[in-house]
């Protein structure tokens, strides 16, 4: 069966802290991956994708895949209580697989 | 870019009502759409892709009769939640992939609505 894990949190950092997302995935062939955030009682919002090994950096969002680990995270760097919601990891895997997401709490 | 709008955003009704959703892509044209439900602090499940112009694919598990998909322009999808029951109430999302972005091989990005939250009482 095809999954995809993540931590389900709550993740508690300090404003302006850096927090980090992790998510890891099953199936090895996978090409695409996404991260998306959901406040609660809304829909999620695409935040990045990535297809390569490597970092892909956004503003304050860093997408990092290692596809031989088969791992990616997302780092959001100077984290704002704004930031408070929960992060869903998706790969594409024939259709798209969501994690439960993690839960991200960020303190003033 | 990419925006996709859903409505309603909340039903609130009574079992064996039938609801229906609109899923649209405004900005966008959506050859496939996605329908998706979620229950309190779970996941999002893929319940069915909708294909303009052709029949839905279900996932297992999903009773293609109780949730009637139709996808009659490039622009517009709509689930029909028929004789609705309690067990029914969720949050139901609908997404579309925008093929403006991301890379040839597929694996888009999808964008997603803003949900409906359904109540069945």
């Known amino acids: 069966q095809k999954e995809v894990e993540q931590n389900s949190g709550p993740l508690s950092v300090p404003e302006g802290a850096i927090a980090s997302l992790n998510c890891t995935y099953s199936?090895?062939?996978?090409?695409?991956f996404f991260w998306y955030r959901q406040y609660s009682g809304k829909s999620p919002e695409l935040i990045m994708f990535i297809y390569s090994n490597g970092d892909k950096e956004d503003g304050r969002f860093t997408a990092q895949l290692n596809k031989a680990s088969q791992y990616v995270s997302l780092l959001i760097r100077d984290s704002q209580p704004s930031d408070s919601a929960t992060y869903l990891c998706a790969v594409q895997m024939g259709t798209l697989t969501f994690g439960k997401g993690t839960m991200l709490l960020v303190s003033p | 870019g990419a925006v996709v709008s859903q409505h309603p955003s909340r039903v609130i009704c009574k079992s064996g009502t039938s609801v229906k959703i609109e899923c649209r892509s405004l900005?966008?044209?959506?050859?496939?759409m996605f329908w998706y439900r979620q229950f309190p602090k779970q996941s999002l499940m893929l319940m069915a892709t909708s294909n303009e112009g052709s029949k839905a694919t279900y996932e297992q598990g999903v009773e293609k009769d109780k949730f009637l998909i139709n996808h009659a322009s490039l622009t517009l999808s709509t689930l029909t939640v028929t004789s609705a029951h309690p067990e029914d109430s969720s949050f139901y999302i609908c997404s579309a992939r925008d093929l403006r972005q991301g890379a040839d091989f597929g694996g888009q990005p999808q964008h997603f609505g803003d949900g409906t939250r359904l109540s069945i009482l």
């Open positions: 199936d090895r062939g996978s090409q695409s």
């Open positions: 900005d966008f044209q959506a050859t496939t």
